[in-house]
């Protein structure tokens, strides 16, 4: 399936991919504006480990005001990680609007999702900028820049994730450039 060239405005989750009847792969989104949703993108791992969630391709997309995460990488059940997905120039920029979590929040997912020139430009009431958490294995950042206020980390490694690999950071918030816990 392809998502491009639309804008979204308001509501809980303004794109959500999860492998609910089958699997959820090989999905491109793509030239798309979301503004004021309480987190712009999800991928789910969802409750099935035979509809992954792997695959899918972002591109140029701006994610404005989240309040609480632009972009989140889970699993709401018992189904496998994301994995594999690829984001290319997504920017989450607040404007000021107060952000909850992070600007990529990485919660859970494994196997080289990859983030190549994306940005998380967060309030400062935000937890990080990018954040990797506990359920992680090889995570990919690539020329990320990352910006803020308040100490808000520019990347967030939270104990017990593995193997994240960062590539040419760009930290402009006044937080660590690397908090590792």
């Known amino acids: 399936n392809t998502l491009s060239h639309f804008k979204i405005e308001g509501g809980d989750t303004a794109i959500m991919l999860a492998g609910v009847d089958d699997e959820c792969t090989q999905n ?14 999800v991928l789910d791992g969802y409750n099935d480990t035979n509809r992954p969630c792997y695959w899918n391709n972002f591109a140029r997309i701006l994610i404005e ?3 609480i995460n632009g972009v989140h990488l889970m ?28 600007g990529i929040y990485v919660e859970q997912g ?13 309030n400062g009431t935000a937890q990080g900028c990018f954040t990797v958490g506990a359920g992680c294995d090889k995570t990919l950042l690539i020329n990320p820049y990352a910006e803020s ?24 918030s006044d937080g660590a450039a690397i908090f590792d816990l």
Request: contains cysteine.
């Open 75 to 102: 699993r709401s059940g018992t189904g496998d990680t994301p994995n594999a997905n690829s984001f290319t120039s997504v920017r989450v920029y607040s404007k000021s609007a107060a952000t909850s979590g992070a």
């Open 65 to 67: 005001q989240p309040a």
């Open 149 to 172: 206020f308040n100490s808000v980390p520019n990347v967030k490694l939270e104990a017990g994730s593995i193997e994240t690999s960062i590539f040419n950071l760009l930290s402009v």
């Open 28 to 41: 491109a989104v793509m030239d798309i504006q979301i503004i004021g949703a309480q987190t712009g993108i």
């Open 110 to 122: 494994a196997f080289n999702n990859a983030f190549v020139d994306c940005e998380a430009n967060v």
